[in-house]
């Protein structure tokens, strides 16, 4: 049984214009459905793995989930998945060629014989983000979902920085809390100016890649906004600590274009940010 589970009556009647948004991560399983025609949420479920320590215990997960799991029988108009990992590297447009992926990600990733090479548009900044996944996970949803597209979790964070650009007062760091790595972006002068993924334990390895990035861009921690995201941001000791160190700790807004139904107003929107801005990316 999902650990969260909210549906809201009214999906039914949109049964033929939904689409789906999956996010697979070390630590569970989530989607969402909304509907097109007025990008409203309508469902949510998270499922919680217990006991998966290695990946083949989270691959077996699921695949249970996506066997059993009703919802994701229904018909879907388009359908995006996350899976959560740090083989990622951005590509600016000059050198983004489809057939050297697999070598440019070997630049700062080790390969496995059995991942494949996936890749977004990132438009506001000219480049991609490349990432590579596990085949027989790719394999697992191409089979439920013919129209699977497949995204890496920092490229609906991309997007919302994206987004940011322009606006006034935008500068800001965005910290996503994945269960043993973390992403950070940093928006400055109506730019990224920095992305990467550091792997952490404690606080104390969370800290100190946070504050040097932040000495290194020469920005003041107590001065500019921070947005705490991911499945690890309802973590009250990790909060406490930053807290001592970062004045201007948020979460970030919920897009006013995505609605959430009456029925979902408890969902954790900053726990959930990647999936649930996933809708937004194309």
Same mark, same amino acid.
């Given at each position: 049984?999902?650990?969260?589970n909210?549906?809201?009556?009214?999906?039914?009647?949109?049964?033929?214009?939904t689409?789906?948004s999956?996010q697979?991560?070390?630590g569970?399983?989530?989607?969402?459905?909304?509907?097109i025609?007025d990008?409203?949420i309508?469902?949510?479920?998270?499922?919680?793995?217990?006991?998966a320590?290695?990946?083949?215990?989270?691959?077996?997960? !699921? =695949?249970?989930?996506?066997?059993?799991? #009703?919802? +994701?029988?229904?018909?879907?108009?388009?359908? @995006?998945? /996350?899976? &959560?990992?740090r083989?990622s590297?951005?590509?600016?447009?000059?050198?983004?060629q489809?057939?050297?992926?697999?070598?440019l990600?070997?630049?700062?990733?080790?390969?496995?014989?059995?991942?494949?090479?996936?890749y977004n548009?990132?438009?506001f900044?000219n480049?991609?983000?490349s990432?590579?996944?596990?085949?027989?996970?790719?394999?697992?949803f191409t089979?439920?979902?013919?129209?699977?597209?497949f995204?890496?979790?920092?490229?609906?964070?991309?997007?919302?920085?994206?987004?940011?650009?322009?606006?006034?007062?935008?500068?800001?760091?965005? !910290? =996503?809390?994945?269960?043993?790595?973390? #992403?950070i +972006?940093?928006?400055?002068?109506?730019?990224l @100016?920095? /992305?990467? &993924?550091?792997?952490y334990?404690?606080?104390?390895?969370?800290?100190?890649?946070?504050?040097?990035?932040?000495k290194?861009?020469?920005?003041?921690?107590r001065?500019?906004?921070?947005?705490?995201?991911?499945?690890?941001?309802?973590?009250d000791?990790?909060?406490?600590?930053?807290?001592?160190?970062?004045?201007?700790?948020?979460?970030?807004?919920?897009p006013?274009?995505?609605?959430?139904?009456?029925?979902?107003?408890?969902?954790?929107?900053?726990?959930?940010?990647?999936?649930l801005y996933?809708l937004k990316?194309?």
């Amino acid at each position: 049984m999902p650990e969260i589970n909210l549906v809201d009556r009214s999906l039914q009647d949109y049964y033929s214009e939904t689409e789906l948004s999956i996010q697979v991560s070390p630590g569970g399983f989530s989607f969402c459905i909304y509907t097109i025609h007025d990008a409203l949420i309508r469902a949510f479920r998270y499922y919680k793995f217990a006991n998966a320590v290695l990946r083949e215990d989270i691959l077996n997960h !699921v =695949n249970d989930i996506l066997n059993r799991d #009703d919802l +994701l029988r229904l018909p879907q108009k388009q359908v @995006k998945v /996350i899976f &959560t990992g740090r083989k990622s590297t951005m590509i600016p447009n000059e050198f983004f060629q489809p057939e050297q992926l697999k070598t440019l990600l070997e630049f700062n990733h080790p390969l496995e014989d059995l991942e494949e090479i996936h890749y977004n548009e990132i438009p506001f900044c000219n480049s991609y983000i490349s990432f590579a996944i596990p085949s027989y996970f790719a394999s697992m949803f191409t089979a439920k979902f013919a129209n699977a597209v497949f995204f890496n979790q920092a490229s609906p964070l991309l997007l919302y920085a994206g987004e940011l650009i322009g606006k006034e007062q935008n500068d800001c760091v965005l !910290v =996503n809390l994945n269960k043993e790595f973390f #992403d950070i +972006l940093v928006v400055q002068n109506n730019a990224l @100016k920095f /992305i990467n &993924t550091f792997l952490y334990v404690n606080s104390v390895d969370l800290l100190y890649f946070i504050l040097y990035v932040c000495k290194q861009l020469k920005i003041d921690a107590r001065a500019i906004p921070f947005y705490l995201t991911g499945e690890e941001s309802v973590d009250d000791n990790l909060i406490a600590e930053l807290s001592n160190f970062i004045s201007d700790l948020n979460t970030p807004p919920f897009p006013e274009d995505l609605k959430l139904a009456e029925s979902l107003k408890d969902i954790d929107t900053a726990r959930h940010f990647p999936l649930l801005y996933l809708l937004k990316c194309e």
